[in-house]
């Protein structure tokens, strides 16, 4: 086992620890936190495997993949919280009701 | 591209473009409506018996547009097509007349002669469909438009009834699409050809495909040709407006379906294979019980439509048996009914809602003496019921003849057997209410709603009926003539079907 | 390889595993956030070790750095007194 | 074009359908409100051009274009029939005008009236199947106006007994036909050969004569005749049993194979099914008290004569001109006799007319049912003995049984012709209030009588001839005589032991017999089966089956499945494990 | 102004786009000469361009439509008039044709992003708490959706060193690893499609936003996943997709045309009627996998091409059909709603009357939905149809069946309340003639997709990804 390979194995277990709190967590902010955790993660793998070769310089594509990723991330994370704070606002809620309440009308 | 090719499109057409047209009136501008209406029944009806004429004398008119790949819309004018097309038109233009009287001062018109138009369109399409995606593409289009039209009214209990109307047909045509994509599969693009376009199959290595598509079509269709158990969706249509019921009834779309079992079995399947399928018999036992169940249905109706309604369930598998009963006279009988029994029944329900329209009318049991009020609407009803019961000299005798004649010569005597249980039971539910009509006494004075005048009713209610009546009566009286519908269907048996026996009768 | 590069990187891996779990368990918001920024650090550290100093920056600068602030921000927005939903009876609407 | 049009515009094809289409005109005229005042008193003699073709007959047309196509023509049957019917038809019209004089509904029943009469002249005349069919279809629905047209009880029951039979026997006549027509004929009448050699042939005859039997009156299937007889206006009544019962002897005659091969089983049964008609009809008969009643018993008895005849027919079909003959002589005398009887009935007022009239009426009644007695002299005579000599070419046991049957039933018939006298005569003194009969009513009777004395001798058919001089040698009188005396001693002796009342010992058989017992069996039937259908009703599978409606609104379990279903599947959690779940099995099918 | 001259300059390239595809064939342009990884390469083939053109008419006519009911809005506003709409607007434009014209797994990754955060501004315009709640919750979808196909590409890029499609597919092998790649990716999409059972958050988020961006998201924005999907299984993934997975995918999609439909029957309001029937819609697209790739083992190889390029084009017709067609009906129920202030079917009882033409449009629009002719589903269908018979897979034809008759059923149900008599007149409000019109051009746009077919189909032959000349692995 080397580094990388060390380092992918823990960006899979940060998507795997994130993944499992987006799903079970229902507070926004801790459900916009594990989506970065998640992306951490998937970045870390990129990175890691971007030294396919022990010791040569890594390939550069998977870099320019993470700092786009990471820019994509940072939107997601700035607007979900605008978002969250526009609910917030209106409804005063910091948690999402499933759907199911909020399409209403499924009664008889 | 002559005239020739455009001559069916340009049928179709008419009727097509008139609806468009109506759709955008506005309620009140009746003039323009009824000219718009009666210009289009008027043109098409001589388009139509321009290619009678040609088709008469051996031409053939066809009109071919690009469709999906190799598969065209094709619209040709064969001796059967021109059959069902010389009804539709010429029904559609007595209908129109009738349709007028019937729903002055109602609402919704442009809505509803809008739709009556598309679906003559449709039906006329149906007829006309030189392949058997085009007759699908129609067929489908026919359940469209008839669907507001039959819950024209509005009320609930029109509502359900269309719900049940769509339930059936759509299902019915999610069959029967099945059954045809499944035969274009099989066997390429299938253009309607007399004598079977499947010949070039295997029959042994496609039996059962073939057997399974066979159900599928003639699934489809049944539930337009109300087959039993398939005609629930009839009986319960009826509350549409009684010009819609003449719609359904007689010229489209009951006619459809039992049109589309025709081409199926003569000019997709063949007799030869259909019957080597071994698919004739249980057709033929479907059609038969769907004639003793309806008979017996009919028999127990109070209301005067829903009894005309499932008189239609027994009289529309006359054509099915005919067919299911492999024989050239038996096809005679089949295909002939196809007229006559639009005649005659077109002319019950022209007579059902006059009764209702003029005296409030709509019960058996109100029609009492209704003969004295009526006389000549009763006359043309009674002429109808005549030959519903397949009484000389009425056009249903002609049909009955031919496909007793039919049956016994393909040695299936136990269809005579079935047209004469059919003769007693259609006695029993048309004779007494001749009999109340006539010779009962009135209970009480008419509900009048219609006009005290020379006419026993508005005129356009009157002669559609009498006109109905007169060709009900002359189409089988003047049976022997050449251009009279059994002379036309003899005429098609022996170019389309090569099947001619010297027992058919006059030369 | 030598053993100490490979004891730095097993802490720091374990530290950002620790650290993540223990922000996405953290019952306090606040807490939860400013652990979330330490975490966007320790990354910052680890891209360094895969030799992408690129990312190291942008990490600190953006993920940290800019998403940290945002959450601060946002927290602190939802822990003010619940404000009166405005219209909660066009929700459904 | 010449081809389709045939013979239609020939002058002779134009007189057939003239024969046949002015009656019809007349009837429709009769119908429509604004020419029937012009229609009524033409009524009549619409029905003359027909008695002249009768008498100058026509070469038969051809007329391609009408139904399958239609050929009208005569043989000597058809004349014969045709010349009888026609005549009757044109009494009756006359004797109905005046009888019906000041009915409001005559316009209605002139209507009718016209319509039979051009069923009964067009079956005569018709030479194909489907336009026998067609006229016979005619004649039988359109005579339904004539059998309720009082509209009492009685005649609407009649009326219903009627049509009911009446379909019936059209169903299993078209039946007949259309297996005749397959056999062979096409629509062209083309008995003997035809029937004799179908596949189908016992089928055929006995579609054959149960469907003719039904309107011929033949046992058991006449159970209608004694019971629109009666209730039927009187020329009517006489059209029915003088002229309509004979277009099912009529029918018989075009269809069934006589001459043309012996069939002993089928002959048996015709004479066994005559004979006993014979001897049944007079034996109801005399229980009755109705005149008009004791009259169609009477036809009864006498149709099953005639069936009897046919019997010999299909016996011996080299002798079968013979038989023919004598059982068109039987048919004109039966139907002039029985046609004149009936119109009398309808005259009853004429015991308080004039002295003369009285006599004359009493007379003119006498003769006709002297003739029904086979009294000597009389057509009924020529026939009864015609029959005779006929019944010799059986083979013995027929030979014995028939000619004791004849006898029998000729005795019978006198006893039935007194019972009817003795009654009639003494209900006419006792009743009062019939009108006088108008002097209509006295001409057409007149001229029936006239015809009742002269028609069989001078109709004799070809055959009979030498019949003819032997009748009128008076060695031949008494042993007929004898038989008519014995007949009228007894009826009369019966009636004035009831104490000229008419009552008879045995309680009275009602009208129609063995309908009764019949129609309640039938109504049974009825309840149990309607209420068996009842139950089936609405329990439609179809809609069962495609009730999606029921489904998605009713069903409660599948409400609930489906909201709690859309609920659950919408929770994180759930969502969470659902993706991970389709995951795995996803990677499960990909990998394996 | 500058919205029109916007739309009609995007309409002009897309009509320029499509004439050469059609003349010449696929194009490819490598944007400022980069060529991949690194470069982004730009590819238009028949699919692409038609997918082009179909997202230029939509996005045209519903311009056309908002900018009528910002001219004539009434009380009822739904957000048009924000700002931010214009340039949300043609952002979103822009991304879909940056998505249709991508050829690579990443770049296709970022332009679904975008998409994303193009969409859920537009949905939340409507500013109601429900709207933001449905936002958000697309918004999560989204995040987690996008991380799991990221970490695809990742383990994709270890694997194979590339990131384009064609390359992709010449080189990958079955390997855990591929295996792990190809799930992560097709479920991240798959709950961005919004198939059966991860369908959860797209009824409220469709049933929620201004009617306009409804017809958008509806009609657009979950295909462009779904097309990502097509792309991948029948480009990349060819060789490693067995018949088992395909079939998986349809059984998914059967499911989805049962629970949608009948979850769509049981709504009370119109616009969540619409967005159910778009659950089952997804569905029947998802017959797409099993179709072709099913067809590659159960029929003959003489006849594969054919079959397998015909069930392809079909399954990709009914799409272009439905986006029509479902756009189309947001836009009309859009106006019912504009008239009566409320979407909820028992309160616009017979507007029929008073709104034919939108009615009519929704009719219209409802055939093509039911796959009747003559309208462009019923050409998908049938292609479908006899796919399915070819390639002896009859069981799929039953679900295609079954699936147009639950979408009859909806549809009847709303015609029904609309087209029945009011016994009392109720006040509707005025609607403009634009936004009828607009919506009635769309279902007409969808009918005429039936009437000439030969066109488009001809179309989406070009460099069509279903022929098994296309994919290179997956034929066995």
Redesign the interface.
């Known amino acids: 086992m080397n580094q990388p390979t060390w380092y992918a194995l823990t960006g899979v277990i940060l998507f795997s620890m994130g993944i499992h709190a987006f799903v079970i967590r229902t507070h926004l902010v801790r459900r916009i936190l594990a989506f970065n955790i998640m992306g951490s993660g998937v970045f870390l793998l990129l990175v890691a495997i971007a030294h396919r070769i022990p010791g040569a310089a890594p390939d550069p594509v998977p870099h320019a993949l993470v700092l786009t990723g990471i820019v994509v991330s940072v939107s997601f994370t700035a607007f979900g919280l605008v978002l969250l704070k526009k609910i917030y606002a209106k409804t005063g809620k910091t948690a999402l009701i499933d759907p199911t309440e909020s399409t209403s009308d499924q009664t008889n | 591209m002559t005239l020739h090719d455009w001559l069916p499109l340009l049928t179709l057409l008419t009727s097509l473009v008139t609806g468009l047209l109506i759709f955008f009136l506005a309620e009140q501008q009746v003039r323009l409506r009824t000219f718009l209406n009666m210009a289009g029944a008027i043109i098409k009806l001589a388009l139509v018996a321009v290619m009678l004429w040609g088709t008469f004398h051996g031409q053939s008119y066809e009109t071919r547009l690009p469709l999906l790949g190799q598969t065209d819309l094709v619209l040709r004018a064969d001796a059967l097509a021109m059959l069902f097309v010389g009804l539709s038109s010429l029904l559609w233009f007595l209908t129109t007349i009738y349709a007028i009287g019937y729903l002055e001062k109602s609402p919704h018109r442009s809505r509803f002669f809008g739709f009556f138009s598309i679906c003559v369109t449709a039906t006329v399409g149906i007829a006309l469909a030189g392949n058997l995606l085009t007759f699908f593409v129609f067929y489908e289009l026919l359940t469209l438009s008839t669907y507001p039209l039959v819950v024209h009214r509005g009320t609930p209990e029109a509502l359900r009834a269309g719900g049940r109307y769509l339930v059936y047909t759509l299902s019915g045509a999610a069959l029967l699409l099945l059954g045809v994509v499944w035969l274009y599969v099989l066997a390429g693009p299938i253009e309607f050809t007399a004598g079977g376009v499947l010949s070039h199959l295997e029959e042994e290595s496609h039996r059962a495909a073939l057997i399974a598509i066979f159900v599928l079509l003639v699934g489809g269709l049944g539930v337009k040709a109300a087959f039993v158990p398939l005609h629930g969706w009839l009986p319960s249509a009826m509350v549409a407006p009684a010009p819609v019921s003449a719609l359904l009834h007689a010229v489209a779309v009951v006619k459809a379906g039992a049109f589309g079992i025709v081409r199926v079995v003569y000019d997709i399947y063949g007799i030869k294979l259909t019957e080597s399928l071994g698919v004739t018999g249980p057709l033929a036992a479907v059609a038969a019980f769907s004639i003793i169940y309806g008979s017996l249905r009919a028999l127990m109706q109070d209301d005067l439509k829903r009894r005309l309604a499932y008189s239609t369930v027994s009289q529309l598998s006359y054509i099915t048996l005919g067919v299911a009963i492999v024989g050239p006279l038996s096809t005679v009988g089949g295909v002939v009914h196809l007229v006559h029994q639009g005649i005659m029944k077109i002319t019950l329900f022209f007579c059902a809602g006059n009764l209702a329209e003029t005296v409030g009318i709509h019960r058996i049991s109100e029609m009492d003496g209704v003969a004295k009020r009526m006389p000549w609407t009763m006359t043309a009803f009674t002429i109808a019921a005549f030959g519903m019961i397949g009484l000389p000299p009425v056009a249903g005798f002609i049909s009955k003849w031919y496909l007793g004649l039919g049956a016994l010569q393909a040695g299936q005597g136990w269809g005579v057997g079935v047209l004469l249980m059919s003769t007693l039971l259609n006695a029993g539910y048309f004779l007494p209410i001749l009999y109340a009509a006539w010779f009962k006494e009135p209970h009480a004075a008419w509900n009048e709603k219609g006009l005290k005048d020379w006419w026993e009713s508005d005129w356009r209610l009157l002669l559609p009926t009498l006109a109905t009546a007169v060709l009900s009566l002359t189409a089988g009286l003047l049976a022997g003539l050449p251009i009279s519908p059994v002379g036309w269907v003899r005429m098609i048996v022996k170019q389309d079907y090569k099947l001619w026996t010297p027992f058919l009768g006059i030369p | ?1 030598t053993a100490l ?2 004891i730095f ?2 802490l720091l ?1 374990a530290a ?2 620790y650290l ?2 223990s ?3 953290e019952r306090d ?1 606040f807490k ?2 400013v652990l ?1 920024i330490a ?1 966007g650090l320790l ?1 910052a550290l ?2 360094v ?4 100093p ?2 190291a920056l ?2 600190a600068a ?2 940290a750095g ?2 940290g602030v ?2 601060l ?3 602190g ?2 822990r003010s007194p ?7 009876s ?4 | 074009m010449d081809t389709i049009l045939g013979d239609t515009l020939t002058p002779h094809g134009l007189a057939w359908l003239l024969l046949f289409g002015l009656p019809l005109t007349l009837a429709a005229a009769a119908a429509a409100r604004p020419v029937r005042r012009m229609a009524l008193p033409l009524a009549p003699w619409s029905m003359v051009p027909a008695l002249a073709v009768a008498v100058w007959p026509l070469p038969a047309a051809d007329y391609p274009w009408l139904l399958l196509g239609l050929r009208l023509g005569l043989d000597q049957t058809g004349r014969i029939f045709l010349s009888f019917t026609a005549f009757l038809w044109i009494c009756s019209g006359i004797y109905a005008k005046s009888y019906l004089a000041e009915d409001p509904k005559r316009h209605r029943f002139f209507a009718f009236f016209l319509l039979t009469a051009a069923g009964n002249l067009g079956l005569t005349i018709a030479q194909d199947m489907i336009g026998f069919y067609l006229c016979f279809v005619l004649m039988t629905f359109a005579a339904y106006g004539l059998i309720i047209h009082q509209g009492s009880h009685a005649a609407r029951h009649a009326g219903l007994i009627y049509v009911i039979l009446a379909v019936f026997g059209e169903v299993l006549l078209v039946t007949a036909i259309i297996m005749i027509g397959l056999a062979g004929s096409g629509n062209v009448i083309n008995p003997g050969q035809v029937v004799s050699q179908a596949v189908h042939r016992n089928l055929i005859m006995a579609l054959l004569l149960m469907g003719f039997g039904i309107k011929a009156g033949a046992v058991p299937l006449h159970v209608w005749l004694p019971l629109a007889h009666p209730v039927a206006p009187t020329p009517a009544s006489a059209v029915l049993s003088g002229a309509m019962i004979k277009a099912g002897l009529l029918g018989w005659l075009r269809f069934l194979p006589l001459g043309a091969a012996a069939l002993p089983n089928w002959s048996a049964l015709c004479l066994a099914a005559g004979l006993t008609a014979a001897l049944y009809g007079v034996a109801v008969g005399l229980t009755e008290d109705e005149p008009k009643t004791i009259l169609a018993y009477s036809s009864i008895s006498q149709m099953g004569v005639m069936l009897s005849a046919i019997g010999i027919g299909l016996a011996l079909p080299k002798s079968w001109p013979l038989v023919m003959a004598t059982l068109l002589l039987y048919a004109l005398h039966h139907s002039l006799a029985k046609g004149a009887l009936f119109l009398a009935v309808g005259m009853t007022g004429a015991v308080h007319a004039g002295r003369f009239q009285r006599l004359f009426f009493r007379a003119g009644t006498l003769l006709p049912a002297l003739a029904m007695a086979a009294a000597p002299l009389t057509s009924g005579a020529l026939a009864k003995t015609a029959i005779k000599e006929v019944a010799l070419l059986l083979p013995s046991f027929w030979r014995e049984l028939l000619t004791w049957v004849l006898t029998l039933s000729a005795l019978a018939t006198a006893l039935l012709m007194a019972h009817f006298l003795c009654f009639f005569w003494s209900r006419n003194e006792t009743e009062h209030g019939h009108h006088q009969p108008a002097a209509g009513q006295w001409y057409s009777w007149t001229l029936l009588l006239i015809a009742v004395l002269s028609a069989a001798w001078l109709l004799t058919p070809m055959q009979l001839e030498p019949l003819r001089g032997k009748l009128l040698s008076p060695s031949w009188w008494w042993g007929s005589t004898w038989i008519v005396l014995l007949g009228g001693l007894l009826g009369w002796a019966q009636w004035r032991r009831t104490g000229r009342t008419g009552k008879m010992v045995l309680p009275a058989v009602p009208p129609g017999d063995i309908l009764i017992p019949v129609a309640t069996l039938l109504k049974q039937l009825h309840k149990v089966g309607y209420s068996a259908v009842q139950r089936v009703r609405g329990k439609d599978l179809m809609r069962q089956l495609l009730a999606w409606r029921t489904a998605v609104h009713l069903r409660p379990a599948l409400l609930s499945i489906l909201r709690g279903g859309e609920e659950s599947i919408s929770r994180w959690t759930a969502v969470g494990t659902l993706f991970f779940l389709l995951a795995m099995i996803l990677l499960t099918i990909i990998l394996s | 102004m500058l919205v029109s001259a916007g739309a009609v300059s995007t309409l002009v390239c897309v009509g320029g786009l499509l004439r050469r595809v059609w003349l010449t064939g696929p194009i490819r342009h490598t944007v400022g000469g980069w060529s991949s990884p690194l470069g982004i390469e730009l590819y238009a083939d028949g699919l692409s361009t038609a997918l082009l053109a179909v997202t230029a008419v939509i996005m045209g006519t519903a311009g056309f439509y908002v900018v009528d009911a910002i001219r004539h809005k009434n009380g009822h506003t739904e957000g048009y008039d924000s700002d931010f709409f214009w340039p949300l607007w043609f952002f979103l434009w822009t991304t879909f044709n940056a998505v249709f014209l991508s050829r690579d797994v990443f770049n296709l990754y970022i332009t679904l992003e975008l998409l994303v955060l193009c969409a859920v501004p537009l949905l939340i315009l409507a500013g109601s708490g429900a709207a933001l709640i449905a936002g958000m919750r697309y918004l999560l979808v989204a995040m987690l959706g996008s991380m799991c196909y990221l970490l695809g590409v990742a383990l994709l890029y270890a694997q194979y060193d590339t990131l384009s499609i064609p390359q992709l597919g010449a080189l990958m092998v079955s390997s855990p690893g591929t295996a792990a790649a190809v799930v992560l990716m097709t479920l991240g999409l798959l709950l961005k499609t919004a198939l059966f059972p991860l369908h959860f958050w797209l009824p409220s988020a469709h049933g929620n936003a201004p009617a306009a961006v409804s017809a958008l998201l509806s009609g657009l924005v979950v295909k462009a996943s779904f097309y990502l999907l097509v792309r991948l299984w029948f480009g990349a993934f060819a060789g490693i997709v067995s018949v088992g997975a395909g079939n998986f995918l349809g059984l998914l999609g059967s499911l989805a045309i049962i629970w949608g439909s009948l979850l769509a029957l049981r709504q009370q309001r119109l616009k969540l009627v619409i967005a159910y029937s778009t659950v089952a819609q997804i569905g029947y697209f998802f017959l797409l996998f099993p179709l072709v790739i099913g067809g590659t083992q159960l029929c003959a190889p003489s006849d594969r091409v054919d079959w397998l390029t015909m069930a392809g084009s079909g399954a990709m017709y009914f799409m272009l059909s439905h986006a029509l067609a479902k756009a189309a009906m947001f836009l009309a129920a859009g106006c019912i709603a504009h008239a009566a202030a409320s979407d909820r079917l028992n309160e616009v009882i017979g507007i029929g009357r008073y709104l034919p033409v939108s009615v009519f449009a929704f009719a219209l629009a409802g055939v093509s939905l039911m796959g009747l002719p003559p309208s462009g589903g019923f050409v998908g269908k049938w292609m479908m149809l006899k796919a399915a018979f070819a390639t002896n897979q009859w069981w799929w034809a039953m679900v295609i069946s079954l699936g147009g008759l639950l979408a009859a059923a909806y549809v009847f149900m709303v015609l029904k309340q609309t087209v029945v008599f009011r016994l009392v007149d109720i006040r509707f409000y005025e609607v403009p003639r634009g936004m009828q019109w607009a919506a009635l051009l769309l279902a007409l746009f969808s009918l005429l997709l039936g009437v000439s077919g030969q066109v488009p189909l001809d179309l989406l032959a070009v460099g069509s990804p279903f022929s098994p000349r296309a994919g290179q692995g997956w034929l066995p």
Do not use: Q
């Open positions: 390889m590069t490979w990187d097993g891996t950002m595993v993540a779990w922000l996405l368990s918001l939860a956030v979330f975490f990354m680890a891209w070790r895969l030799r992408a690129d990312i942008a990490e953006i993920s800019l998403s945002l959450l921000d946002a927290v927005a939802i619940n404000p009166v939903p405005e219209d909660t066009s929700d459904s609407g």
